[in-house]
Nanobody
């Protein structure tokens, strides 16, 4: 009932930048929070950053000072600006959203993932 569509991944050299976007659509009444997680090969999925509807951000220590999460509430879209990228940032990045449907039920949804590769 809620679809998340991600875009913006790709190949970038170390020290470069990328901007990820994730748009939520469907029977959404409100979104409490949106965020980004990532999963590298052979590793578990880990939190990268989250942002509440009020704009409060939370970051993994490994990305603090390099990544910035932001949200456009009117568009139900979350962005992740990634600067000073390192090879260890290479992973599939997944968008997540949690909120309430127009039916009154709560939801938690994941996007399909977008590949980010940092390599020279």
């Amino acid at each position: 009932q809620v679809q998340l569509v991600e875009s913006g991944g790709g190949l970038v050299q170390p020290g470069g930048s990328l901007r990820l976007s994730c748009a939520a659509s469907g029977s959404i009444f409100s979104i409490y929070a949106m965020g980004w997680y990532r999963q590298a090969p052979g590793e578990e999925r880990e939190l990268v950053a989250t942002v509440t509807s009020g704009g409060r951000g939370n970051y993994a220590d490994s990305v603090k000072g390099r990544f910035t999460i932001s949200k456009d509430n009117a568009k139900n879209t979350v962005y992740l600006q990634m600067n000073s990228l390192k090879p260890e940032d290479t992973a599939v990045y997944y968008c997540n959203a949690a909120g309430r449907l127009t039916s009154g039920s709560t939801f938690g949804s994941w996007g399909q993932g977008t590949q980010v590769t940092v390599s020279s």
